[in-house]
C-alpha cells in the first residue's frame, strides 16, 4: 500500500519494486533505525541492489523528507556545503525531520565525506555558516529556545540549534564494499562505522529470484503456468551458477566478476525481448508462408478453370 501511496505522491516517480521477503526484511531495518532518536544507517552492498529504492520507501513509511543531491557538471564543494546548509535549516530551524541520503556515485570529492563524517561525530561542519548568516538561523530558533527554557546568548542559541539539527537529521549512507576505496574511506572517516547502524545488502536468495523473475513475466504469455514457472527457474539457476563461477573464477585465476541483481534484472527483461523479436520474426514468416500456400491454391483453382 505505501509502495502505491508513494508514486502516487507529486514529485516522486513510482518504483517498480518486488517486495519479496529479503527487502521487506531491509525496509523493516531501515525503518527501525531512522525511528530512533540520532538514527543514521550505512547501506553496504553492490551498485543494483536496491538500496537506495528501499531506503527511500522506508522513509517514506517513516513520514521524513527524503533529501538527494543533484550532481550537476560543474557540482562541486560550494554548492554541496549550500544544500547541507538548507538541509540544517529544515532541521534545525523548521524542526522537520529529514533524511538525508547520499550514494556512492555522488562522492565529487573526499570532502563531501569528510563533512558527513563531522555531522556523523558532532553534528557541527566547521564553518558552515557565514557570520552574516548565523544571525538569520539564530533568531529563527529563539522562541522554541525560550519555551524549553535554554538562555538566550549566542553559543547557548547554536548549542541549542545544533542539538535540534542532531535529533532531526537521520543520514543513509550507501556505499559498496567492492575494492580499496571503500576501506580507505572506513579508515580516513572511523564516524562512517561508529555513528551508523550497518545494514549489509548480500546477494538475493532463491526465492527472490524467482518472485522476480514471475513479476516480470506477469504479462508474457507463454502457454500454461507450468512453462512459465520452468522459465522462471531456469532464470534462477543460471543467475545463481553464474555466482558459483565467479567465486571459483576468483579461486582460480584471482580475477573479480561481480554479478549483481541488476545484472539479473537485465537478463530477464532481455529474454522478454528476445521473445517479442522471435515471435515478430516467426510470425513475419507463418505470414509469408500462408500468403504462399494462398496463392498455390488460387493458381490451382485457376489452373483448373483453364483446364476445362
Given at each position: ?251 582460480q585465476l584471482k580475477r573479480h566478476n561481480y554479478v549483481t541483481p541488476t545484472n539479473y534484472l537485465e537478463f530477464v527483461s532481455g529474454y522478454s525481448t528476445l521473445l517479442k523479436e ?31
Amino acid at each position: 500500500e505505501k509502495l502505491e501511496d508513494y508514486a502516487l505522491e507529486p514529485g516522486k516517480s513510482a518504483m517498480d519494486l518486488v517486495l519479496f521477503r529479503d527487502a521487506l526484511f531491509h525496509v523493516c531495518k531501515i525503518h527501525r533505525i531512522l525511528m530512533q532518536p540520532r538514527g543514521n544507517a550505512l547501506l553496504v552492498g553492490v551498485g543494483g541492489s536496491g538500496r537506495k529504492s528501499l531506503a527511500k520507501l522506508a522513509s517514506y513509511v517513516a513520514e521524513l523528507k527524503c533529501f538527494q543531491i543533484e550532481i550537476s557538471k560543474n557540482y562541486r564543494l560550494f554548492e554541496f556545503r549550500e544544500d547541507v546548509k538548507n538541509l540544517y535549516r529544515l532541521a534545525g530551524c523548521s524542526n522537520k525531520p529529514t533524511v538525508f541520503l547520499f550514494d556512492e556515485t555522488q562522492i565529487v570529492s573526499e570532502v563531501f565525506l569528510e563533512d558527513i563524517n563531522n555531522i556523523l561525530t558532532s553534528g557541527e561542519v566547521p564553518n558552515l555558516f557565514p557570520k552574516d548568516e548565523i544571525t538569520g538561523v539564530l533568531d529563527a530558533v529563539r522562541p522554541d529556545a525560550k519555551k524549553v527554557g535554554m538562555g538566550d546568548t549566542q553559543d547557548q542559541l547554536y548549542a541549542f540549534f545544533q542539538e535540534r539539527v542532531r535529533n532531526k537529521l537521520h543520514i543513509i549512507l550507501c556505499l559498496s564494499p567492492v575494492g580499496e576505496s571503500f576501506r580507505e574511506r572506513v579508515r580516513m572517516f572511523p564516524g562512517l562505522v561508529n555513528c551508523t547502524t550497518i545494514d549489509w545488502f548480500t546477494e538475493w536468495p532463491e526465492d527472490a529470484l524467482y518472485e522476480v523473475a514471475t513479476k516480470q513475466l506477469e504479462e508474457e504469455n507463454l502457454g500454461s503456468d507450468e512453462v512459465k514457472e520452468a522459465i522462471c527457474q531456469v532464470f534462477v539457476t543460471v543467475h545463481s551458477s553464474t555466482s558459483t563461477t565467479s567465486t571459483q573464477m576468483l579461486q582460480q585465476l584471482k580475477r573479480h566478476n561481480y554479478v549483481t541483481p541488476t545484472n539479473y534484472l537485465e537478463f530477464v527483461s532481455g529474454y522478454s525481448t528476445l521473445l517479442k523479436e522471435k515471435r515478430m520474426e516467426i510470425g513475419d514468416k507463418a505470414n509469408k508462408l500462408k500468403g504462399g500456400l494462398q496463392k498455390l491454391d488460387e493458381t490451382a483453382v485457376q489452373v483448373t478453370e483453364m483446364q476445362v
